[in-house]
């Protein structure tokens, strides 16, 4: 029987890194794992998630859109509005686990670390989006640029921000970095430069970590 979890609210983990981190790779493994422990959980992905939320992630990603650094954070934002309202939050509230690969800290790193946006400003849209809502874990996969350039190489079209250049995607990591160290009781940083059962065994520790917080 599914373990009952009506009664109190669900866990929220988010999956983060730089492109080619390896995030994907791994949403099997804690999809199964949950399973293996009779938790009921949810899957989803930012920017998207909705019907409308995927559409903006269409716009944000294609290599021809053309938008301000402001708009382009408004964007992100928007669409994690409607992702908390159609999914995130009425998941939590049934009890359920909801991990989502990205979420807020992928505004900060990208459009903060990367592009340049002054995290003040990005902290007015979390506090006005979110109320107060945040990841119960964060998984940051991390690993050198050059070792990420390597995975995406040839394998298909890149979207506009995997083709930005590397400066770009060093600052993306940097920014990732500084807000695991600030938040450390939230973040588990993951170096996905190892072995797939290396890293999964990692995973698996914190997620029952997780779990037997009560």
């Given at each position: 029987?599914?373990i009952?979890q009506?009664?109190?609210?669900?866990r929220?983990?988010t999956?983060?890194?730089?492109?080619g981190?390896g995030?994907s790779?791994h949403?099997?493994?804690i999809r199964?794992?949950l399973a293996g422990r009779?938790?009921?959980a949810?899957f989803?992905?930012?920017p998207?998630?909705t019907?409308?939320s995927e559409?903006?992630?269409e716009?944000?990603l294609?290599?021809?859109t053309?938008?301000?650094?402001?708009?382009?954070?408004l964007l992100?934002f928007?669409?994690r509005?409607?992702?908390?309202a159609?999914v995130?939050?009425p998941?939590?509230a049934?009890?359920?686990?909801?991990?989502?690969d990205?979420f807020?800290?992928?505004?900060?790193?990208f459009q903060?670390g990367?592009?340049?946006?002054?995290?003040e400003?990005?902290?007015v849209l979390?506090?006005?989006?979110q109320?107060?809502l945040q990841?119960?874990?964060?998984?940051l996969?991390?690993?050198p640029?050059?070792v990420?350039?390597?995975?995406?190489s040839g394998?298909?079209q890149l979207?506009?921000?995997?083709?930005?250049a590397?400066g770009?995607h060093?600052?993306?990591?940097d920014?990732?970095l500084?807000r695991?160290a600030?938040?450390p009781?939230?973040?588990?940083?993951?170096?996905s430069?190892?072995?797939?059962a290396?890293?999964?065994a990692?995973i698996?520790?914190?997620l029952?970590?997780?779990l037997?917080?009560?």
């Amino acid at each position: 029987m599914p373990i009952e979890q009506s009664a109190r609210r669900g866990r929220f983990i988010t999956l983060e890194g730089i492109d080619g981190a390896g995030k994907s790779t791994h949403l099997g493994f804690i999809r199964d794992w949950l399973a293996g422990r009779d938790i009921d959980a949810a899957f989803s992905r930012e920017p998207g998630g909705t019907p409308l939320s995927e559409k903006i992630r269409e716009l944000l990603l294609a290599p021809e859109t053309v938008v301000s650094l402001d708009a382009e954070a408004l964007l992100a934002f928007a669409a994690r509005q409607q992702h908390i309202a159609e999914v995130i939050e009425p998941a939590l509230a049934a009890g359920r686990w909801l991990v989502s690969d990205r979420f807020t800290d992928s505004t900060y790193a990208f459009q903060g670390g990367g592009r340049g946006i002054p995290f003040e400003r990005i902290r007015v849209l979390e506090d006005w989006v979110q109320r107060g809502l945040q990841p119960d874990l964060t998984l940051l996969f991390d690993l050198p640029l050059e070792v990420a350039a390597q995975r995406m190489s040839g394998t298909r079209q890149l979207d506009r921000f995997e083709q930005e250049a590397a400066g770009f995607h060093q600052r993306v990591r940097d920014a990732y970095l500084a807000r695991a160290a600030a938040e450390p009781g939230r973040f588990a940083v993951l170096d996905s430069s190892r072995g797939i059962a290396e890293i999964q065994a990692d995973i698996a520790l914190h997620l029952q970590r997780l779990l037997e917080r009560g």
